[in-house]
Each structure stands twice: as structure tokens, then as C-alpha cells.
């Protein structure tokens, strides 16, 4: 099968379904930006993040998949095999949004996911693996850092109460997010977490626009990923002192944002790449006590950085502490790594499934890096994993402006639906 | 009079009743930092400021002193002279508090107004003319910008509606909160908005600790206030575009956090001042969306510069939205000055009054001009207008560690007794 088309399969993905599915849930915390864009704003465990999973759950029980969830929140949709106790293949993506973002990151996957079992099961095409669509918690960390929360505990990087004291803006715990969302899904399935208490998947696949703009430019359908490059995630707190604006000298002063600026030209110095391969971003910034006439007592700011080459990544993330203390002049420096993911590379069976239904389906198609990081480097580990990518407009993404057209989504979806045939029946 | 000591009057100061007033003010917003400093959060018309003010009238009542309210919301109480009709000597500063600030900035001078008055009374001095303590509202700006809202209408400075549509962090109008609070306060008389709606004072004269070192580090013990330096308030707006922090090339990015970076150093370099007179800080920064993987699309930051040669401030104030607009590199640039306020000189009749009673009183003083700006500089071109300033700790203001000693306040108390009565009788 993995060369040769499917055709009653690659019909029945349905485009004008799948698209309207994307529409009715991109209302669910949608907003219209000022230059008209329509945006998404779905933190996750948030009322509006429940009630886009009651409308997911919904469509998969019209469409006869069994629901499940488990302590991390991860929900499961279940497309039963012939042989249920063999592992399943495992696909989706994440439901939350980034503070103002788009209507495709994450959610797509989910969706593509549902669309390409609903295609498998009315083509009737049997699989004998289980195949399970997943809507993994907090992937994207921007009400609660870092990200990925749902899957790194799914695959056991890190153990399941590790963020429990997290609080987001308006101080609630993580814990208490958590307990509140699974106490008002009580009447789902509860279901055993990840390898950590479960079953390790057979193979995990995800569909995702590229959030770049490469396929885009090479006018590609489809992106074979081929793997993902590293982050780390660092917050930097300065703690001076604050005085009166008008009063206090400079040279007297004890200035968090002074020594923010400080710190922040001797880390582009560090991050300086000709190649412009490096990605480093100060993206927040936290300052107390926020008003103009005192100076700032206090700066927290967010450190992104990635790199896909370990070495650099190891090098320069390990430079970031010892080049803040030499820069600043008059603060204590507190540097806290909070999310440190290698570069991966995947493994090549699902990659060169993705090629071959791609090649199959006659859609032009290339490998590619990912630039953003995912669920999926967490599946690595565990199973050979692989993901989908389909272009975006201009590569962007987190903005309201994202988009991928319908016909790149049903490509995708339709691709995916033949990667999943095509991993369920090994 | 002026050069006389008043013995019934000093003695009529009751620095143990000042005190007690000012602790318990300070309950209403009181918290206690992390380093155990009882600090004051009361934003001006907020439910805290109106539980002050009530308090405040409970103790001008008992006094035996009249009560108004303008449509600013000032509000004044009233010790009656033997000529009622004659221009008030007014007295005074305001209740409202930097967020996270201290119990001593503004409050004490009403406080200490309210004692002065109270002390005139018990001693049986008769005044000619009537006095009045006043609180102004919102001078801190912390809230609503700018600061000296109050004042500047009091003074005709400005219309009284110039600030109607600026909004706090809560998008709440200024218009809408100052109608709450005159509703809340529809039980006080309400009188003409100063200048432009009734009559100017005879003089002004305001009591302040220093918010500076020199007091403390001369060992005086009364500061006579010569002027105010001027200040000049900005907000730079870059807007730029929001990004994946881990897909897009840096060279691509319009990141508002990078072009805040280029337009601070170039600022720093602008306002380089050896001698250490110029005060130049940015202590307010706005990011959108301000989550550590999306690129900064917005920033808006503040700019606080002061300096009390009018030509500096002139020069260098209008010489900012060239050096940013020259300094960015992706951004557009939007710089708003929301304040504006030139150095004043205080006319020598108030400043001549502050020293004679000081000296009469046997107190340690000096002249020395104000690094703060204060209500008091919208009162020069209405009257002649002073300051007293008394030592604070280590100079410290605008945080919870501001300190004034009991003996610091009833010795400042004291000269503004004497002060008062002196002009009131002129």
C-alpha cells in the first residue's frame, strides 16, 4: 500500500467538511484584530479551551471513535482495529492558542486527525492497530510555562506534578487549573497516562501548517519533516532598586531596565549569526513596580533560543548566565532554565511513509527541518514519530494574519490518512 | 510676627497626634513588602483613596473646619479667617500613592496642613484670612497620566476635561471613575473648580519630605524650597510584527523589542550627563503579546526627563523622536508627550516665610531647589508659592522604605504653623 494510491480513501477526506470544521472552531476565542485579521485567543484550561474540546469531542461521537482522557488532560479519540490489543498509532496536535494567535497552529492537527479516521472508516478501510487522534494539553506554554506540558509527561521527560506550582497572571496554580478542568470532565473516560502508566504508541504522526515560509517559496504541497531543532527556554529576573524618577541620580540608581539593556546587548553579541540560522528572542518583559516616575526595581525577561546543531545549542545556552553577569552594573542576576529540548532527528519509517503518500497522491513534496518546536519531539523516544507539514501564508504564524488555504489543509489531511492506513496495517 | 516665635502654637503641634494620624493613614492600602517595609498602594479615585478622604473629613470635622469638594474632585477644608471674604491661604498635596509606594510622599503635607490648622485653633491665633487645606486629586499620575491632574485644572493649566478619555490598566475612563467618586461624595458641598470657576489663593504653601539625601546628609532639618525642576513625560510606541520566535529568520522579524533596545541606547547617549544633573529613566515597558515564543509586535515604553535648566530640557526633551526615529531599524515610531511642565522659580515671599519661621523655631535649614515636581508648580502664576521640605531616610521615596522620623514631621509641622499664620494674617 505505501505506494500505490487509495482512491476510494483519498475521496473520502472530505475538503468543504474539514474546512468548516476549521471555521466552527476558530470561533471558539475568536477575536478580529485592528488591520481586520480574524484570530484565536485559547489558553489552555480555560472555559473556551473546554468548550473546543466539547465540540471535538462531539464530532467524534457522531463519528463513532471512543473518548478518553487522562491525568494530564491529553484527550484521546479512539478508532477501534481489528487487533485492539496491539499499540496504536497515535496522531494529532494541540487545541490551545498563543495569547493572539492564528486559527491553525496546533488545532489543524487535531482536526486533520479526526478528518482522516472519519475518511478511513466511511471508505471502509480496516486497519488492524487502533489508531488514536490526540489533543495534547498546553503545547504552546503561554498561559503556563513552558510548554508541551501534556506530552512531555505523556512520555514520561518529566514527571507528572512537575508544574504544579506553575501559576499564570492571575496567580492560579497550574494544579488548580488541572483538577478544575478534569472535575468538569468527569463524565469522559479516564484512561491510564502515556508510557508512564500505559502503552507506548506504535508510531506518532502529526499534521501541522510549517509555521515558515519555505514550502510556500518552493511552491511544495506537503513537508516531510525530517526533525526538530532544539530550544531553551531561560527567564532572567534583575532585581535593583526603585527610586523616585526625578530625585535619585543616575549614579545612585540600582535600575533593572538599565541593566535589562545591558544584558540584553551582550546576549545579541553572544547570539550574533551571520548565517541567521540561530533564533534568539526576548519576546516578554516583566517590570516592577510599572510606573513612569519610579525607577524599576525589578526586570524578569524571557529568553528563547534555538539552534538545530546540539553543540551550538549546548555552547552558547550554557554562555547565557556568565555573559548577564559580566554585562549588568548594578543588580542580582537569577537565571532559571525552564525548558531545554535537544535538537531530534527522526526516526525514518514515518518520514518515508509521509514521502511515499505524498509521491503516491502526486503532490509535490520536500524535507524539511522544523523551525518550531512540537509534541512530536517528545514521541521520539518512544516510537518512530514523524510529522506533516502543509504552507502557511508568508510562514506566519502565533498572529492573527496566519493562514493556509483549504485545499493545502485537505492535502495534508488527505496525506495523513493514508500514513495512518498505511502504519496501522504493519 | 515672622521673625517671633509663636511659643502657643509650636507647643499647640501635637507631634504625638501627627503621628497617630499619619500611621493610621497609612493602613488604608498598607502592605508589607518581601524585605518587611510597610509600603501604601492607594491609587487615586479608587475605593482606598475615598476610604482616605473619609477619614481625613472625620478629623476636619471634629476640628471644626469646613468641607468642599470641586469637580476634580479636590478637596478642600476650610479653617474660617476674621475677613472671610479674602483670598484663603491654601495649603496642602495630595492622599493618592505610587503603586507599591510609601506612607509619607503627599499625604503628609495635607496631614501636616490638618495639624497646622488644628494647632492654630487650640492655641486661640486668630488669622484674618481663612485657610484652606486642600488634597489634590491624582497627583501621582500612577493611575491615570499624567500626575497633578487636580492641580492643573485648579490653576487653569488646562480644561478640566483635557483627561477624560484616558483610560487606567483596567480600560476604565478617567471621566467615568472621577464621575463615580463625585457621586459616591454627593454629600459634600461643592465648590468653584479654583481659578477658572472662583477666586485665586493669597498664596500657596505645600509640605513634602525631600525624596532626596540632602536634607538628611547636611543634617537639616528644614528644607526651603527655592523651585521646582522641570520634567517632560514621553511614550514611544514601536510597532513592529508578531512572529514564531523559533521558524523566522532574524533578518525577516520587525521585532518591537530589538528597536526598543536601539532606541534606549540612543537615548542613553542623548542624555549622557556627567555631572550627574540630568535624570533620564525608563521605567514603564508595555510588550504585545509578551509571551517568551511569539516575537514582540508592540512595545510602549516610557520616558521620565528632568532637568532644571529650561534650555536643556528644551533641547534635548525636543531632540527624543528624532534620536529614536534614527535609531530603530524595522519599527514605526509613535512618541507622545503626555507632560510638560517647565523649571519654576518660587517667588521669595513663601520661601522667605518657610525661613524665617525655621529660624525663629531654631530649627537647622537650607535652600535648596525640588528634584520631584509637585502641585505646588501649577500655583506659581496664581500666587506667590513655597514648598517645606523635611528629611526622609537615606532619600528614599516612591517605595515601601520611604521613612520620615515623628520628631522630622512635627518639626516641619511646626514651621508650617507658623508659615501659615504669618501669610494668613498678611
Given at each position: 500500500m505505501p505506494d500505490a494510491v487509495a482512491p476510494n480513501l483519498v475521496a473520502a477526506v472530505d475538503a468543504a467538511r474539514h474546512w468548516r470544521d476549521m471555521m466552527a472552531m476558530a470561533e471558539i476565542g475568536g477575536f478580529i484584530d485592528e488591520a481586520g485579521h480574524p484570530g484565536v485567543n485559547r489558553p489552555c484550561l480555560s472555559p473556551l479551551d473546554r468548550q473546543a474540546r466539547r465540540l471535538l469531542i462531539s464530532w467524534a461521537e457522531k463519528a463513532g471513535l471512543g473518548v478518553s482522557v487522562d491525568r494530564l488532560g491529553n484527550l484521546f479519540l479512539r478508532h477501534e482495529?481489528?487487533?485492539?490489543g496491539l499499540a496504536p498509532v497515535l496522531t494529532g496536535s494541540h487545541m490551545d492558542s498563543q495569547p493572539?494567535?492564528?486559527?491553525?497552529?496546533g488545532i489543524w492537527g487535531v482536526i486533520a486527525g479526526l478528518e482522516a479516521v472519519r475518511a478511513l472508516r466511511e471508505a471502509g478501510v480496516a486497519t488492524k492497530r487502533p489508531i488514536e487522534v490526540v489533543a495534547w494539553t498546553?503545547?504552546?506554554?503561554?498561559?503556563?510555562?513552558?510548554?508541551?506540558m501534556g506530552s512531555m509527561a505523556y512520555a514520561g521527560?518529566?514527571?507528572?506534578?512537575?508544574?504544579?506550582d506553575v501559576t499564570d497572571r492571575d496567580g492560579i496554580r497550574w494544579a488548580d487549573a488541572l483538577a478544575e478542568q478534569l472535575a468538569l470532565e468527569a463524565d469522559i473516560a479516564r484512561r491510564p497516562l502515556g508510557v508512564v502508566e500505559g502503552q507506548a504508541p506504535f508510531a506518532y504522526v502529526e499534521a501541522h501548517i510549517?509555521?515558515?515560509?519555505l514550502l510556500e517559496a518552493k511552491e511544495m504541497d506537503i513537508g516531510v519533516v525530517t526533525g526538530i531543532q532544539g530550544s531553551r527556554w531561560f527567564v532572567v529576573e534583575l532585581k535593583g532598586k526603585s527610586d523616585h524618577a526625578g530625585t535619585t541620580p543616575l549614579a545612585m540608581r540600582k535600575d533593572a531596565v538599565q541593566d535589562m539593556l545591558r544584558a540584553i546587548n551582550a546576549l545579541n553579541a553572544l547570539m550574533h549569526d551571520p548565517k541567521d540560522v540561530l533564533r534568539f528572542t526576548v519576546a516578554s518583559i516583566e517590570v516592577q513596580p510599572n510606573t513612569s516616575n519610579s525607577v524599576a526595581g525589578l526586570v524578569r525577561f524571557t529568553i528563547d533560543f534555538r539552534h538545530p546543531d546540539n553543540a551550538v545549542l549546548q555552547a552558547r545556552g550554557n554562555a547565557i548566565e556568565g555573559v548577564i553577569q559580566a554585562a549588568v552594573r548594578d543588580c542580582a542576576v537569577k537565571v532559571t532554565e525552564r525548558f531545554h529540548a535537544v535538537p531530534v532527528t527522526f526516526q525514518p519509517e514515518v518520514p518515508d511513509a509521509v514521502e511515499a503518500a505524498a509521491r503516491a497522491q502526486g503532490l509535490r513534496h520536500m524535507r524539511l527541518p522544523s523551525g518550531a518546536f512540537h509534541d512530536s519531539q517528545f514521541m521520539v523516544p518512544l516510537c518512530p514519530t514523524g510529522m506533516i507539514f502543509v504552507p502557511c501564508r508568508a510562514g506566519?504564524?502565533?498572529?492573527?494574519?496566519e493562514y493556509a488555504t483549504p485545499e493545502a489543509l485537505a492535502a495534508g489531511a488527505r496525506v495523513l490518512a493514508q500514513v495512518l492506513a498505511d502504519l496501522a496495517n504493519r
Open positions: 482495529g481489528s487487533a485492539p493572539n494567535g492564528g486559527r491553525f497552529d498546553n503545547e504552546e506554554g503561554g498561559r503556563y510555562a513552558p510548554g508541551c521527560f518529566a514527571p507528572p506534578d512537575t508544574w504544579d510549517e509555521q515558515g515560509p506566519v504564524s502565533h498572529h492573527p494574519s
